[in-house]
T-cell receptor, first 109, second 115 residues
Framework: QKEVEQDPGPLSVPEGAIVSLNCTYS??????FMWYRQYSRKGPELLMY????GNKEDGRFTAQVDKSSKYISLFIRDSQPSDSATYLC?????????FGAGTRLTVKP | DGGITQSPKYLFRKEGQNVTLSCEQN?????MYWYRQDPGQGLRLIYY???????QKGDIAEGYSVSREKKESFPLTVTSAQKNPTAFYLC??????????????FGEGSRLTVL
């Protein structure tokens, strides 16, 4: 079993849809939870960051962490074609960071 | 602009050859990392360095080597001992002790293809 599980998709939605991306993990020591966005042929960039459990909102993006279920989510409201990218979840404890495989999202105009 | 520069973007190698991927950062970050990205798998850590002249193996260090002679530079050599080197390689840096814990700044990657 992988330490971090993420459905690779691909996921295709129409413009304006609400997108839900998810990861599960097995290591209860993880305390920092991140979502990175990676455009094609580029390096990932940090999109959202959450410490421990709870929600965090930034514009159209909301990150949720449920440590009791070892489950994290990223919601994108009013999705745009410019949101088309691969979304990688990541989580860390001390110096140990683990990444999900990434979910490829396409938002169609 | 501050950032991480990786070169070359694309590289072709014949079997049995060593190749070196360059990574330079002007963010004044202490820590630098090399990751490998394969389809359907998460980023896997090859090597990391938290200080000049010191580096540590990651999860998949076999067949790779690194050096950290300068703070801004962290080159990766893919040796002929690496059995499956075709992949997308990402260099990253972070500042220890400040900023968002776990925030990595990535370069644009180098795609290595073994012919």
């Amino acid at each position: 079993q992988k330490e971090v599980e993420q459905d690779p998709g691909p996921l295709s939605v129409p413009e304006g849809a609400i997108v839900s991306l998810n990861c599960t993990y097995s290591n209860s020591a993880f305390q920092y939870f991140m979502w990175y966005r990676q455009y094609s042929r580029k390096g990932p960039e940090l999109l959202m960051y959450t410490y421990s459990s709870g929600n965090k909102e930034d514009g159209r993006f909301t990150a949720q962490v449920d440590k009791s279920s070892k489950y994290i989510s990223l919601f994108i409201r009013d999705s745009q074609p410019s949101d088309s990218a691969t979304y990688l979840c990541a989580m860390s404890a001390s110096n140990d960071m683990r990444f999900g495989a990434g979910t490829r999202l396409t938002v169609k105009p | 602009d501050g950032g991480i520069t990786q070169s070359p973007k694309y590289l072709f190698r014949k079997e049995g050859q060593n190749v070196t991927l360059s990574c330079e950062q002007n963010l004044n970050h202490d820590a630098m990392y090399w990751y490998r990205q394969d389809p359907g798998q998460g980023l896997r850590l090859i090597y990391y360095s938290q200080i000049v002249n010191d580096f540590q193996k990651g999860d998949i260090a076999e067949g790779y080597s690194v050096s950290r002679e300068k703070k801004e530079s962290f080159p990766l050599t893919v040796t002929s001992a690496q059995k499956n080197p075709t992949a997308f390689y990402l260099c990253a840096s972070s500042q220890i002790g400040t900023g968002v814990a776990g925030e990595l700044f990535f370069g644009e990657g180098s795609r290595l293809t073994v012919l």
